[in-house]
Antibody
C-alpha cells in the first residue's frame, strides 16, 4: 500500500528556519516524482514544486522559486520542504503528493500545519 | 500562466445532480483531474484523465472535457458529497507545470 506520511505540526516565529518531511512507503521511492502543495487558511490548493528522488531533479513554481527549497534523501525515502527565514504569510497547511502519468496526484500525505507567529 | 476557473459555490438538493465546471483555454486538449476535499482532510482524487474513476469512488461521480470547459458531475447527490472540489491539469510546456482550479464549494441543501 502506497503511503506518504508527513511530519507533525510546527509553530515558529518569523525569521526562524524550518524543514518538514514526507516519508514514502509501499512503492519505489526513487522512481516517482514527489511534490508539495500549499493551502493557506480558507484558500485553495497551490502547487509549489516537485523533486525526482532518483537524481534530485527539482522543479519549482515561479511563485515559490527562491522562497523554499525542496530536497530528498533517497536512502530513507523522504522528501523535504524547507524555509531559511519564515514569514507570517507562510502560515498554511502543506501537503506532499505523488504525481503520476499526466500529472495526476494519486497519493497525498496527511498534511503538515505550519503556523508562523510572533 | 495557465488559469483554471471554477464557480465558487454550487448548491444542490439531495438526490439531484450537481455539475461543477472548470474553464481554461483549450482545456479539452489536456487531461483534467478532480479532487474532493472535506474539512480538515487531505484532498482525495475522484476523477482522473477527464473521466476515469479510481477504485472506491462511486459511479455517481463522472467527468467530461471538451473545448474550453471540463465538468465534474455528481449524480444522486448525498449529504456526504458536501465538500470542496478542485480541478487540476499538468502541462509539461508551461510554467507552472501543475495548475489547480480555484475550487468549488458544494453545499447539499
Amino acid at each position: 500500500e502506497v503511503q506518504l506520511v508527513q511530519s507533525g505540526a510546527e509553530v515558529k516565529k518569523p525569521g526562524e528556519s524550518l524543514k518538514i518531511s514526507c516519508k514514502g512507503s509501499g512503492y519505489s521511492f526513487t522512481s516517482y516524482w514527489i511534490g508539495w502543495v500549499r493551502q493557506m487558511p480558507g484558500k485553495g490548493l497551490e502547487w509549489m514544486g516537485i523533486i525526482y528522488p532518483g537524481d534530485s531533479d527539482t522543479r519549482y513554481s515561479p511563485s515559490f522559486q527562491g522562497q523554499v527549497t525542496i530536497s530528498a534523501d533517497k536512502s530513507i525515502s523522504t522528501a523535504y520542504l524547507q524555509w531559511s527565514s519564515l514569514k507570517a504569510s507562510d502560515t498554511a497547511m502543506y501537503y506532499c503528493a505523488r504525481p503520476g502519468n499526466q500529472g495526476v496526484f494519486d497519493y497525498w500525505g496527511q498534511g503538515t500545519l505550519v503556523t508562523v507567529s510572533s | 500562466s495557465y488559469v483554471l476557473t471554477q464557480p465558487p459555490s454550487v448548491s444542490v438538493a439531495p438526490g439531484k445532480t450537481a455539475r461543477i465546471t472548470c474553464g481554461g483555454n483549450n482545456i479539452g486538449s489536456k487531461s483534467v483531474h478532480w479532487y474532493q476535499q472535506k474539512p480538515g482532510q487531505a484532498p482525495v482524487l475522484v476523477i482522473y484523465y477527464d473521466s476515469d474513476r479510481p477504485s472506491g469512488i462511486p459511479e455517481r461521480f463522472s467527468g467530461s472535457n471538451s473545448g474550453n470547459t471540463a465538468t465534474l458531475t455528481i449524480s444522486r447527490v448525498e449529504a456526504g458529497d458536501e465538500a470542496d472540489y478542485y480541478c487540476q491539469v499538468w502541462d509539461s510546456s508551461s510554467d507552472p507545470l501543475y495548475v489547480f482550479g480555484t475550487g468549488t464549494k458544494v453545499t447539499v441543501l
